[in-house]
Nanobody
């Protein structure tokens, strides 16, 4: 399984970015998709997840109300709209494939190369 994340860049605090992740996984709509991030010197952390159908989602407390996860099953793509960005959002963002279509079903071992988001103060 290949995962290709894109859309990262440098943005000022308060700005917005939209990340995309395209995957080669078959039967894309039968898998939940998620976003994780890893800041310099820190462990990778969960950001958001969306169910296979796109009807359910869940967010980390740190991003709730600012980030929105969505997906286009016809394009095998998941998105992360990030608004009101803060310097502490600076990290490499990775997308992940769930083990099932439901939220909370765990994650596969496939990780893409990630995309770097840098938020300046």
């Amino acid at each position: 399984v290949q995962l290709q994340a894109s859309g990262g860049g440098l943005v000022q605090a308060g700005g917005s970015l939209r990340l995309s992740c395209t995957t080669s996984v078959r039967a894309f709509s039968t898998f939940a998709m998620g976003w994780f991030r890893q800041a310099p010197g820190k462990e990778r952390e969960f950001v958001a997840v969306i169910s296979g159908s796109g009807t359910g989602s869940y967010y980390a407390t740190a991003v709730k109300g600012r980030f929105t996860v969505s997906r286009d099953n016809a394009k095998n793509t998941v998105y992360l709209q990030m608004n009101s960005l803060k310097p502490e959002d600076t990290a490499i963002y990775y997308c992940a494939v769930g083990k099932s279509q439901t939220i909370g079903g765990g994650w596969s071992d496939a990780w893409g190369q990630g995309t770097l988001v840098t938020v300046s103060s």
